[in-house]
């Protein structure tokens, strides 16, 4: 089967860093994506990581393991805005079908 | 450039009625996506397009559902009749091309409530 787990709720303070992690589990791994979505908005692509290794875009970073089918994103110098919810997505080579976690609900604390 | 666009978005019907929702993808694309999110889950996908063909409908409910992209641009998804579970957000998405559709631009969804 595939599965992918999150955390469901994060929170952390202004200005500080956050991990969010991700594990899957699925027959055929192509990359892995994340989103974030602000309540009653629509989810907006961060980041992407097909091979291991860190990937890097301002404020927010993205890591991948692909022996240990594991990924985070983090988020540096938190601000207020940060507080969302954040998914991670695989991307399988069937059909390059597009699976999302549950999400993990960050709230940023002044 | 203009973001995906949808309609409506907000939805209220009775249970076995009809319903129905359409997505206008950002221009160029040729992929859409359509998915369900449920409050407090994922979006799960309901129906892949490569321009007009579905090349993914597994998760669609076909006793219920339907879908069509007449001319590989926008589309409707439709759900007829409409059950208390069906109640969540439709969101419609798009990506480029095969070789980036790991970043998918998502609408602002409809809102859809049966009662």
């Known amino acids: 089967g595939q599965s992918l787990e999150q955390p469901s709720e994060v929170t952390a303070v202004e200005g500080a860093i956050v991990q969010i992690n991700c594990t899957y589990q699925?027959?055929?791994?192509?990359?892995l994506s994340w989103y974030q979505q602000h309540d009653g908005g629509a989810p907006t692509f961060l980041s992407y990581?097909?091979?291991?290794g860190l990937e890097e875009t301002g404020r927010f970073s993205s890591f991948l393991s692909r022996s240990d089918s594991y990924g985070y994103l983090l988020l540096q110098e938190l601000q207020m805005k940060d507080s969302a919810s954040y998914f991670c997505?695989?991307?399988?080579?069937?059909?390059?079908?597009?699976?999302f976690g549950a999400g993990t609900r960050l709230f940023v604390k002044a | 450039e203009a973001g995906v666009v949808q309609s409506p978005r907000y939805k209220i019907i009775e249970k076995k009625q009809p319903v129905a929702f359409w997505c206008n993808p950002i221009?160029?694309?040729?992929?859409l996506y359509w998915y369900r999110q449920n409050l407090g889950q994922g979006p799960e996908l309901l129906i892949r397009?490569?321009?007009?063909?579905?090349?993914?409908d597994s998760q669609l409910p076909k006793d219920r559902f339907s879908a069509e992209r007449l001319k590989g641009v926008d589309s409707t998804l439709k759900i007829q009749p409409a059950e208390l579970g069906d109640s969540a957000v439709y969101l419609c998405?798009?990506?480029?091309?095969?070789?980036?559709?790991?970043?998918?631009?998502f609408g602002p969804g409809t809102r859809l409530t049966v009662t």
């Open positions: 998405a798009s990506s480029y091309k095969a070789g980036s559709i790991y970043e998918q631009y």
């Open positions: 699925t027959s055929g791994f192509y990359g």
């Open positions: 990581n097909a091979l291991d």
């Open positions: 997505a695989v991307l399988n080579t069937g059909g390059f079908k597009t699976i």
């Open positions: 221009s160029g694309h040729n992929t």
């Open positions: 397009y490569e321009n007009e063909e579905a090349v993914d």
